[in-house]
């Protein structure tokens, strides 16, 4: 069964240092998503990307975060001076299409978990 | 105003009960409704999709009332492998969004044997 895949699965960084999150979408989907989970909370919308760009950010999403797609295959996060509160759960999504019932499903990849010390 | 509410639990339920989890979402413009499932410190994993005219799957059943706002999921038979956290999600797509997904804070089942 296809999959999300994601790397590191745990990343330690230094406060001010920058970070790159890569993730590996299922092959034919087109829409792709980051989420994050800080430790006992909700999962939250950081940032959506359709056809090389950014479709919606969330408030989170704040300039020293930015997506790319590098390749066909990669969809990365980056960090560019993580904070003590960076700290999370960090999972990518991936999905077919955006609003067609049963192809808008995301699926979510095991996550890369950032610790910021 | 929380977007998507749901009972934190936990519910501590013995293996074969019956446990219905209840959700309310505040925005009735929402288009796709989902439960998805998350084992501690793992991804969240599509249970089931949630339709208008209510669906099963298995021993799992979901309901959406869109009157009121409020999904369902009922588990019948528990099972020791159900112990998870579920999470009540809603796809807002519409307007300027572009599908992403708001999730409850989730309720705790515990299946005891």
């Known amino acids: 069964e296809p999959e999300v895949t994601q790397t590191p699965s745990h990343q330690v960084t230094q406060m001010g240092q920058e970070v790159i999150l890569r993730c590996v979408p299922i092959?034919?989907?087109?829409?792709f998503y980051w989420y994050r989970q800080i430790l006992g909370q909700k999962v939250e919308f950081l940032v959506s990307f359709y056809n090389n760009e950014i479709s919606e950010k969330s408030e989170i999403f704040d300039d020293q975060f930015s997506v790319e797609r590098p390749d066909g295959s990669n969809f990365t996060l980056k960090i560019r001076s993580t904070k003590l509160e960076d700290s999370a759960m960090y999972f990518c999504?991936?999905?077919?299409?955006?609003?067609?019932?049963?192809?808008?499903?995301?699926?979510f990849g095991a996550g890369t978990r950032l610790s910021v010390l | 105003r929380k977007e998507v509410e749901q009972d934190p639990g936990p519910f501590n339920v013995p293996e074969g009960a019956t446990v219905a989890f209840n959700c309310t979402y505040s925005?009735?413009?929402?288009?796709?409704f989902f439960w998805y499932r998350q084992d501690c410190r793992k991804e969240p994993k599509l249970l089931m999709s949630v339709y208008s005219s209510g669906n099963e799957d298995g021993r799992f059943t979901a309901q959406l009332n869109r009157a009121s706002q409020y999904i369902s999921l009922l588990i019948r038979d528990s099972k020791l492998s159900d112990s998870a956290t579920y999470l009540c999600v809603v796809n807002m797509n519409y307007g300027g969004s572009q599908g992403n997904l708001i999730f409850g804070k989730g309720t705790k089942l515990s299946v005891k044997p």
């Open positions: 092959s034919n989907h087109l829409y």
């Open positions: 999504a991936s999905s077919e299409a955006l609003q067609e019932i049963a192809k808008n499903i995301q699926y």
């Open positions: 925005n009735s413009a929402s288009q796709s």
